[in-house]
């Protein structure tokens, strides 16, 4: 019954925004951390941002920090990624991510293409 899916990625030119939205269902939002992932060809999955389930803590990997910024809406079950300065080793598939009931659950993905 968790649904996580995942949009608002695209292809963008270096130094350009995208934000992400995750719409998230199933579970009770808010009393859940959440996080977002992304996944470069050939690489692990790499954690980039998390945010507690108030949103009133944030973290974010050394590479993305001032120029992502995560964010949710727990009127609307959503969780966002503001990135900004977009760089081409940015590019990846984009996922969210719940630890919920001892399980991992992960969105679709959506994919980020940062290119000239």
């Known amino acids: 019954e968790v649904q996580l899916v995942e949009s608002g990625g695209g292809l963008v030119q270096p130094g350009g925004s995208l934000r992400l939205s995750c719409a998230a269902s199933?579970?009770?939002?808010?009393?859940?951390?959440m996080s977002w992932y992304r996944q470069a060809p050939g690489k692990e999955r790499e954690l980039v941002a998390a945010?507690?389930?108030?949103?009133?803590?944030?973290n974010y990997a050394d590479s993305v920090k001032g120029r992502f910024t995560i964010s949710r809406d727990n009127a609307k079950n959503t969780l966002y990624l503001q990135m900004n300065s977009l760089k081409p080793e940015d590019t990846a598939v984009y996922y969210c991510?719940?630890?919920?009931?001892?399980?991992?659950?992960w969105g679709q993905g959506t994919q980020v293409t940062v290119s000239s």
């Open positions: 991510r719940l630890l919920w009931a001892g399980l991992y659950y």
């Open positions: 945010i507690t389930g108030a949103g009133g803590s944030t």
């Open positions: 199933g579970f009770t939002f808010s009393s859940y951390a």
